[in-house]
């Protein structure tokens, strides 16, 4: 069975610096791994996601990811935090050749001004 | 493109009572997931179509819940009776993915079904 595991219900950082937010997996195979923000009282927005080849993937509004195959992680990353990234993120993993995606418990970022 | 258009965006029903959801995917989009969302956790799959045929509904509670997807386009999500455990936003996404590509899905803005 696969799973995703998000190890922070919350993220605190201050504007201006860089910003992490953790997700491990756990598939039997293959992963494809992804990214989703959630702003208040709305649905979820696909940020990047990895299929295969390079580890570092880049994604919308300036975040980027990177695939650790050995560590089983995919965290998500910003070099510069902004106030308007304050949101919940969410990780998901499906396994390559199946169709069923889990998503992870989620982590809410709060950027401070 | 359009995205996923969901309807409605807010209900109130009194538990025992029936309540349904709709839903209209990206177009050309195959596969429709329909996902329950609980304050405070992430997303749970109850069913996931590929076209009109079930690829998964190993988490919905099916003596309540029900969900259809005719001509493998609109997707309705019924409840009956209703819990107040179901008080949760459910959430219906689409994606183009057909189990190689590994497509990104698309959500739409979710119902938030409160249960009294």
């Known amino acids: 069975a696969q799973s995703v595991a998000q190890p922070e219900d919350q993220v605190n950082v201050a504007e201006g610096n860089p910003l992490t937010v953790k997700c491990t997996y756990s598939?039997?195979?293959?992963?494809?791994l992804f990214w989703y923000v959630q702003y208040p009282n709305r649905g979820l927005q696909f940020l990047l996601k990895?299929?295969?080849?390079?580890?570092l993937v880049k994604g919308s509004y300036g975040f980027e990811a990177e695939f650790n195959k050995s560590q089983t992680s995919f965290h998500l990353k910003k070099p510069s935090a902004l106030v308007s990234d304050s949101a919940l993120y969410f990780c998901?993993?499906?396994?390559?050749?199946?169709?069923?995606?889990?998503f992870g418990t989620g982590t809410k970022l709060q950027v401070i001004p | 493109e359009a995205g996923v258009a969901q309807s409605p965006r807010y209900k109130i029903i009194e538990k025992r009572q029936s309540v349904a959801f709709w839903c209209n995917p990206i177009s050309g989009h195959a596969t429709l997931y329909w996902y329950q969302q609980i304050l405070g956790q992430g997303p749970k799959l109850l069913i996931q179509f590929q076209n009109n045929g079930v690829v998964d509904d190993s988490q919905l509670p099916k003596d309540r819940f029900s969900a259809e997807r005719l001509k493998g386009v609109d997707s309705t999500l019924k409840i009956q009776p209703a819990k107040l455990e179901d008080s949760a936003v459910y959430l219906c996404?689409?994606?183009?993915?057909?189990?190689?590509?590994?497509?990104?899905?698309?959500f739409g803005q979710g119902t938030r079904l409160t249960v009294v």
């Open positions: 996404a689409s994606s183009s993915d057909t189990g190689i590509s590994g497509s990104e899905a698309f």
């Open positions: 998901a993993v499906r396994e390559r050749g199946y169709q069923k995606v889990t």
């Open positions: 598939v039997s195979g293959n992963p494809y």
């Open positions: 990895y299929i295969t080849g390079d580890n």
